[in-house]
């Protein structure tokens, strides 16, 4: 994950601590829901995704875990969901974020958010807002959810022909406004495709003007129906990202205090930074150190994100459903993660690599194992890059970088 307006406009944003080692969100002695920094990247907690239901109201053309509207065997009991919280609040996981499918769909997800509070999980939700009405607003202000992120992925007709059901953006705003009347945390997350980039502009528009406080733009990871989606071309994604930084700037110059950040593409951060250095930003210094502490993909699948999927198997990241490293109806989520004499041993082992990202690099082919940036990048996004080549050590094809970039090193 980039943070934009931490990267281009110096302004501290929630979850600092965790990308960064330090900011916002690190240990204050007044507060009793602190949490400390890591002390690097490689030693932090995961955030865990867990898939509670595969059900959905919608039919995502982009949908990486194929969802429908009907019931799927398999899925996880009340008792077996109360373990899966137990065991991550004892471990002390940083989030926990519930996904789907579509959560709100789960038939105790008022039960589960309340014994994850309770807890001291840090909840979020992740869902399409179109099933979210007064009462369920208001109970998730009242058990401390920290965020509902609410999926959106263009203006009207265009997002209702991405969830493949009319009225789809009427709802999921709805819902967000629901939210925000009860004052609950709330975003958005859009996943940026060639189908949906000529609207950039657009969306942006309708964020400032509907005064959303917090965006998250994914790059499309092209699994489950997402793989018959078309993932942006360099050049688009290039204008993309340039657009992000021009409206970050604009609203830091407005006073407007917004968070927009960039998934599951390490490579932003570095074309952030060399425009810094291009246009003589006078942050460039301190988004290299920030950069290098964070580490990119090599810190990310695997290690700082975990995915548990409806059937209890968990994986790297919730993409990646063809690496399992365990089964939480079988095992403890905290012991498959530390490979604490398990099977997963050897797979983590390999996935995380060395400490060293000069070691971590000699095993890559093709464009990330000669890139200059690789301490920063860390190879991009692993998952998008076992995907395209069939094995976990060839490039990401979402890398937008010139070759003249990957291959000129820092000037400084």
Avoid at 351 to 374: I, M, V, W, Y
């Amino acid at each position: 994950m980039i943070n934009i307006t931490k990267l281009w406009t110096g302004i501290s944003q929630p979850a600092d601590h965790i990308r960064y080692g330090q900011g916002h969100g690190d240990n204050n002695p007044h507060s009793s829901t602190a949490t400390c920094a890591p002390t690097s990247a490689r030693t932090r907690k995961p955030i865990v995704v867990w898939n509670i239901t595969r059900t959905c109201n919608l039919r995502c053309v982009h949908c990486y875990a194929d969802s429908h509207a009907e019931k799927y065997a398999g899925e996880l009991d009340w008792d077996q969901c109360c373990a899966v919280i137990d065991d991550l609040a004892d471990y002390k996981v940083n989030a926990l974020l519930l996904s789907g499918g579509e959560p709100t769909l789960h038939p105790q997800l008022p039960q589960l958010l309340e014994r994850a509070t309770s807890r001291g999980l840090k909840v979020t939700i992740s869902t399409n807002g179109t099933r979210i009405t007064p009462d369920l607003a208001r109970l998730f202000k009242d058990l401390g959810v920290a965020y509902v992120g609410i999926s959106l992925d263009g203006i009207g007709a265009v997002h209702d022909k991405f969830r493949g059901v009319p009225g789809a953006f009427q709802g999921a705003i709805r819902g967000f406004k629901l939210c925000e009347e009860v004052g609950q945390k709330t975003g958005l997350r859009l996943t940026l495709t060639r189908n949906n980039v000529q609207s950039m502009a657009q969306i942006l528009d309708f964020i400032e003007q509907e005064n959303i406080r917090r965006v998250c733009f994914y790059h499309l990871v092209p699994t489950g129906r997402g793989v018959d989606v078309a993932s942006l071309h360099p050049d688009e994604a290039r204008s993309a990202i340039d657009m992000l930084i021009a409206r970050s700037q604009k609203w830091h110059d407005e006073g407007q205090d917004r968070e927009l950040l960039t998934v599951t593409q390490p490579a932003d951060g570095v074309y952030l930074l060399l425009r810094q250095l291009r246009e003589g930003h006078p942050l460039a210094q301190e988004t290299l150190r920030l950069l290098t502490w964070n580490g990119g993909g090599a810190n990310s699948s695997g290690r700082g994100i975990a995915n548990i999927d409806t059937q209890g198997f968990i994986h790297p990241d919730q993409f990646w459903q063809g690496v399992t490293l365990g089964n939480v109806k079988e095992q403890k989520f905290s012991d498959v993660w530390e490979a604490a004499g398990q099977p997963s041993a050897d797979q983590l082992k390999e996935l995380r690599g060395s400490d060293d990202p000069a070691e971590r690099q000699k095993k890559l082919s093709g464009r990330c194992a000669t890139c200059k940036h690789f301490h920063l990048c860390g190879g991009g996004f692993r998952t998008r890059a076992a995907f395209a080549n069939g094995h976990w050590y060839g490039s990401d094809p979402g890398c937008y970088l010139t070759d003249e970039e990957i291959n000129t090193p820092l000037p400084l």
